[in-house]
C-alpha cells in the first residue's frame, strides 16, 4: 500500500535525523536541504540512498539535483511508490 | 640541536583507559587489558584467536552518533586521542598556517573498507555510501584530526605497520626543527579487532594462541611467550617549539630531543637477526640528541611478545649499549595493553613521556621466568628513576623492515 505524504515525510525526516542529527520536527515540506538544513552533497546521496531502501524507489542521480525543498523529495517518493 | 622541541599535550583511549591518565594509572597498577572477544563472528567463523585488547571505552560511547557514522573506528579512536591532548595543552589559539597534523595507522579503515565489499557483494553498488573513501583511507584519521583544529600546515599520515605512529612522531620533530611549522599534532591509531586482520595475522604465527587464558597471553621476555595480542585505540601528542610553548605559558612533560627511522631491506615480516637496521636507528636517534649512549636510562620496548622479535630487538639494543644496557630500565608494556599495530608507538611514547616526567619506570607484567637469551634489567613494579636530567628512548618495528626510535629528555626548563 503507497504511503502518504506525511508518512512518507516522517520517513525521510527519520532519515535525514540519522544521517545529520538534524530533529526530525525541523524536517519540514518546505525547507531547503542545502539552505536550510545545511546537508552536504555526500549527506544527501546517503539520503538518497536510504530513501531508496526504505519506501522501494528508484531516485535517479540526475533527479536529485531537482530536489531541492524536502517537499520536492516527499513529492517525488510519494509519485514513485 | 638549538631549537628544543617539547611536549605540551597527551591523549589517549586504550584497552587500559579511555584517557591518558587512567590509562597510565591503569598500566602502573599492572592491569591486562586483554580480554575475550564476546563478538558473534568469532563462532561464525572459527577464528582461531579469540582475545584481543579491546578499547576500555567504546568510541560510540564518546562521540556523537554523526560524529561515529562518518568515521571509520581508526578514526574515531585518533579523534577522541588527539581531542584529549588537545584540550590538554589547553586548546592553544594558533595560527593554522603554523599548525601541522602527524598522524599515523597500520591498517587504516579495514572495517569500512570490508564492510562496503560486503554491501556491494549483497547489495549493488548503489548501496555503498559516498562516505567509504574518506572513511577507508589511511589518512583518514589525520584528516579528521586536521578539520578539528583547523590544521592548515599540513596533514601528512606514516604508514609503516607497526613503526608507523614512531615515524610519525619522528616527522614532528622534523618538521618543528626545519621552522616550517610552530606546533604538532602527533599520533596514530588502530581499529584492527576485525575477524579478517585476527585470521591473517593468525595464519602468519604472529598471534598468541593462549584463548584460555587472554590475560597471560602478552608476556614478552617470558620463556612461554607465543606471539603478540592485537589492540586496539591510539595516542596523540602536541608537539612544539619551546619558544612557542612558552610565549604562551603551556605545561612542558618533556623534550622530544631525537627520532630516527631506517630500514632492514633483510625480508619482509621477519626481523633482521643480527638487528643491524635497529642499531642504526637508535644510534641516528642518539646522535639527533646530541647524547651519549650512558644518558640513556629507561627504554620502552617495543617487546611485542613473539619469540623472534624480542630476540632481534635484545640483539639490536645490546649492540648499540653494550654493558650500559644492563643499567637500563627497560619496560614492555605492551604487556598490559597488547600491541596496537600503527596506534603502538603513540600510546608508549606518552608512557615514556610520564615516565620521565613522574621519574616511574612503568611496569611489564607477566614476566614469570625471563628468557636467558635475554638478560635485560626488565622492570616489572613501578621503579623510581633517578632525579636530574634522564633520557629515555622509545622503539617501534614493523613488517617491511621499519625501524623507528624516538628519545625524550627530561624537562629541566
Not at chain 2, 585518533?78 to 588537545?86: S, V
Not at chain 2, 574518506?134 to 578539520?147: E, K, S
Amino acid at each position: 500500500m503507497a504511503l502518504s505524504q506525511n508518512e512518507v515525510l516522517a520517513g525521510l525526516a527519520e532519515i535525514v535525523n540519522e544521517e545529520t542529527g538534524i530533529a526530525t520536527e525541523a524536517v519540514q515540506l518546505e525547507k531547503s536541504f542545502t539552505d536550510d538544513l545545511d546537508i552536504d552533497s555526500i549527506s544527501m546521496m546517503t539520503i538518497v540512498v536510504n530513501a531508496e531502501d526504505k519506501f522501494g524507489v528508484k531516485i535517479p542521480d540526475e533527479e536529485v539535483k531537482n530536489l531541492i525543498t524536502v517537499g520536492d523529495a516527499v513529492n517525488f517518493i510519494v509519485a514513485a511508490q | 640541536m638549538s631549537t628544543k622541541i617539547v611536549i605540551t599535550g597527551i591523549g589517549a583511549t586504550t584497552p587500559l583507559g579511555g584517557d591518558a591518565r587512567s590509562t597510565w594509572q591503569a598500566l602502573l597498577a599492572g592491569e591486562s587489558g586483554i580480554s575475550t572477544l564476546e563478538q558473534e563472528w568469532i563462532a561464525r567463523y572459527e577464528i582461531p584467536v579469540t582475545f584481543a585488547g579491546q578499547a576500555k571505552v567504546k568510541a560510540t560511547d564518546v562521540l556523537t552518533p554523526q560524529e561515529a557514522k562518518r568515521l571509520d573506528p581508526s578514526s574515531q579512536f585518533a579523534l577522541i586521542a588527539a581531542r584529549e591532548a588537545w584540550a590538554d595543552a589547553g586548546s592553544p589559539d594558533v595560527e593554522p598556517e603554523r599548525l601541522a597534523v602527524e598522524f599515523a595507522t597500520g591498517i587504516g579503515g579495514v572495517w569500512t573498507l570490508l564492510d562496503a565489499y560486503d554491501t556491494l557483494k549483497e547489495k549493488g553498488p548503489r548501496r555503498v555510501m559516498p562516505m567509504t573513501v574518506p572513511m577507508l583511507m589511511p589518512n583518514g584519521p589525520a584528516a579528521a584530526i586536521g578539520m578539528e583544529i583547523s590544521a592548515r600546515g599540513g596533514v601528512r599520515t606514516a604508514v609503516s605497520a607497526c613503526a608507523s605512529s614512531t615515524e610519525a612522531i619522528a616527522n614532528a620533530l622534523n618538521r618543528l626543527l626545519t621552522g616550517e611549522v610552530d606546533i604538532v599534532v602527533a599520533g596514530g591509531s588502530e581499529a584492527a579487532i576485525h575477524p579478517m586482520p585476527i585470521a591473517a595475522f593468525a595464519s602468519m604465527h604472529a598471534l598468541s594462541k593462549r584463548n584460555d587464558d587472554p590475560t597471560k597471553a602478552s608476556r614478552p621476555y617470558d620463556v612461554d611467550r607465543d606471539g603478540f595480542v592485537m589492540g586496539e585505540g591510539g595516542g596523540a601528542l602536541v608537539i612544539e617549539t619551546e619558544a612557542h610553548a612558552k610565549a604562551r605559558g603551556a605545561k612542558i612533560y618533556a623534550e622530544l630531543v631525537g627520532g630516527a627511522v631506517t630500514s632492514d631491506a633483510y625480508h619482509i615480516t621477519a626481523p633482521d637477526p643480527e638487528g643491524s637496521g635497529a642499531a642504526r636507528a637508535v644510534l641516528a636517534a642518539l646522535k639527533q640528541a646530541d647524547a651519549k649512549l650512558e644518558d640513556v636510562i629507561h627504554i620502552n620496548a617495543h617487546a611485542t611478545s613473539t619469540p623472534v622479535g624480542d630476540i632481534a630487538e635484545y640483539n639490536a639494543l645490546r649492540r648499540v649499549f653494550g654493558d650500559h644496557l644492563d643499567k637500563v630500565a627497560i619496560s614492555a608494556t605492551k604487556s598490559s595493553t597488547g600491541h596496537l599495530l600503527g596506534g603502538a608507538g603513540a600510546i608508549e611514547a606518552i608512557f615514556t613521556i610520564l615516565a620521565l616526567n613522574e621519574r616511574t619506570a612503568p611496569p611489564t607484567i607477566n614476566l614469570d621466568s625471563q628468557d636467558p637469551e635475554i638478560p635485560l634489567d626488565v622492570v616489572t613494579s613501578p621503579r623510581k628513576l633517578p632525579d636530574g636530567p634522564l633520557l629515555a628512548m622509545s622503539n617501534s618495528f614493523g613488517f617491511g623492515g621499519h625501524n623507528a626510535v624516538i628519545v625524550f629528555r627530561s624537562y629541566e626548563g
